[in-house]
């Protein structure tokens, strides 16, 4: 069993950057994919950026290429994602998830454990 909790979202202007925090805490194993998802409103929750626990594999939707970062910090069994250059079209609440199978894939149905979600609104 997993247990996740974002944390870090908020109001930021457009070019602006913000980092949003996943914290694990129960059994989160290095094989284990963890991944951001978002949400807005009125649209499907969509893929953003995936790694393993381990910190390989990573890969990001290409919306977000090469302005979101995902990293993580063992210590702290926390997961981030630095979020730079942000636009208006990336508002939406943000969720961290972990897929325990080992699938190393984008499906939302691929993950097991979510988190409650943090908001994130970006104005133009």
């Known amino acids: 069993q997993v247990q996740l909790v974002e944390s870090g979202g908020g109001l930021v202007q457009a070019g602006g950057s913000l980092r949003l925090s996943c914290a694990a805490s129960g059994r989160t194993d290095s094989t284990y994919t963890m991944g951001w998802f978002r949400q807005a409103p009125g649209k499907e929750r969509e893929f953003v950026a995936r790694?393993?626990?381990?910190?390989?594999?990573?890969y990001y939707a290409d919306s977000v290429k090469g302005r979101f970062t995902i990293s993580r910090d063992y210590a702290k069994n926390t997961m981030y994602l630095q979020m730079s250059s942000l636009k208006p079209e990336d508002t939406a609440v943000y969720y961290c998830?972990?897929?325990?199978?080992?699938?190393?894939?984008?499906?939302?149905?691929?993950?097991?454990?979510w988190g409650q979600g943090t908001q994130v609104t970006v104005s133009s």
């Open positions: 998830a972990a897929d325990p199978s080992s699938s190393y894939g984008s499906s939302l149905a691929l993950y097991k454990y």
């Open positions: 790694f393993t626990w381990s910190g390989g594999r990573t």
